[in-house]
């Protein structure tokens, strides 16, 4: 299947700092991104989706200024988490989708994100 | 209503036994169906995509069923390799649903 890598694999910072997450789709192009975090036990819930070349959207209650998403060609996007806190410690997934027949998406191995 | 639904279980079983999972999705106009793998603390994998006429992977059967609006996966002669939660993923007009996912523990 198709690769998708995602740097760093695990991230500690103080509070107030930013954090950027990258997603490489490394063997194909992925004109659309996904961007998901999920909780200890709970699933995997959808953040935004990232299309190159254009603004994100946003699922409802996700803050579009807190979660900067920039998906500036075909094989990368990028996640900040500005001014993190506590509460945004997660487990941040992106998946990048096939354009098959398909679509199947493939995800990155995750970062795991420690803010104290 | 949830976009999917899925039992979340959890599924002990013994090694061995046959398991299936289904899950139930509200939109009929839904194109593309999966079935993902997690492990914990992993991210999700592809086990294998469901088409119409349903399709087999070794132990592995998944079925579709758009009049009823659900899939199923059968898991054939369970491995203790096979405990992990399976995510029921549904694409819908170019965004994905996923179902909570369904606990499998496969018992020696």
């Not at chain 1, 789709?25 to 659309?32: E, I, N, P, R, W």
């Not at chain 2, 992993?42 to 998944?62: C, H, I, Q, W």
């Not at chain 2, 899939?71 to 203790?80: A, E, F, N």
Request: charged share 20%; hydrophobic share 30%.
């Amino acid at each position: 299947g198709a690769v998708v890598s995602q740097h760093p694999s695990r991230v500690i910072c103080k509070s107030g700092t930013s954090v950027k997450i990258e997603c490489r789709s490394l063997d194909f192009q992925a004109t659309t991104m996904f961007w998901y975090r999920q909780f200890p036990k709970q699933s995997l819930m959808l953040m935004a989706t990232s299309n190159e070349g254009s603004k994100a959207t946003y699922e409802q209650g996700v803050e579009k200024d807190k979660f900067l998403i920039n998906h500036a060609s075909l094989t990368l996007s990028t996640l900040t988490v500005t001014s993190a806190h506590p509460e945004d410690s997660s487990f941040y997934i992106c998946s990048a989708r096939d354009e098959g027949p398909d679509y199947e998406q493939y995800f990155g191995p995750g970062t795991r994100l420690t803010v104290t | 209503r949830k976009e999917v639904e899925q039992d979340p279980g959890p599924f002990n079983v013994p090694e061995g036994a046959t398991v299936a999972f289904n899950c139930t999705y509200s939109n009929s106009a839904s194109q593309s169906f999966f079935w993902y793998r997690q492990d914990c603390r992993k991210e999700p994998k592809l086990l294998m995509s469901v088409y119409s006429s349903g399709n087999e992977d070794g132990r592995f059967t998944a079925q579709l069923n758009r009049a009823s609006q659900y899939i199923s996966l059968l898991i054939r002669d369970s491995k203790l390799s096979d405990s992990a939660t399976y995510l029921c993923v549904v694409n819908g007009v170019g965004q994905f649903y996923f179902g909570t996912g369904t606990s499998l523990t496969v018992i020696p």
